[in-house]
């Protein structure tokens, strides 16, 4: 059984940073590339960062490239979201998932195995 499970996550001031950590079991993370999505109230779910199975190819979502950096640790099976110069609208439920190439990288077609979430707030 695959299991995703994110943290760290919490509240934050403008300008502040948190590193997001997406920890999975039943599944080897080098053998896939990954996701992460955030969720707003009364909002879709959104792409954020998209990780390739090699590691070396990233992609972001505009609002936040230069902001955001993912990256694995495949010893600890372990997909990160750093998250620096945070800003009022980042504030969401963000999520991680393993891209299973059924659709683009942006949308959450293309994804399994969901975490449950976790919820960043950041203040103005």
């Known amino acids: 059984q695959v299991q995703l499970v994110e943290s760290g996550g919490g509240l934050v001031q403008a300008g502040g940073s948190l590193r997001l950590s997406c920890a999975a079991s039943?599944?080897?993370?080098?053998?896939?590339?990954q996701g992460w999505f955030r969720q707003a109230p009364g909002k879709e779910r959104e792409f954020v960062a998209f990780?390739?199975?090699?590691?070396?190819?990233?992609y972001y979502a505009d609002s936040v490239k230069g902001r955001f950096t993912i990256s694995r640790d495949n010893a600890k099976n372990t997909v990160y979201l750093q998250m620096n110069s945070l800003k009022p609208e980042d504030t969401a439920v963000y999520y991680c998932?393993?891209?299973?190439?059924?659709?683009?990288?942006?949308?959450?077609?293309?994804?399994?195995?969901w975490g449950q979430g976790t919820q960043v707030t950041v203040s103005s």
């Open positions: 990780l390739s199975r090699s590691g070396d190819w990233t």
């Open positions: 998932a393993v891209y299973i190439n059924l659709s683009t990288i942006l949308s959450t077609e293309g994804y399994r195995y």
């Open positions: 039943g599944r080897t993370f080098s053998n896939d590339a």
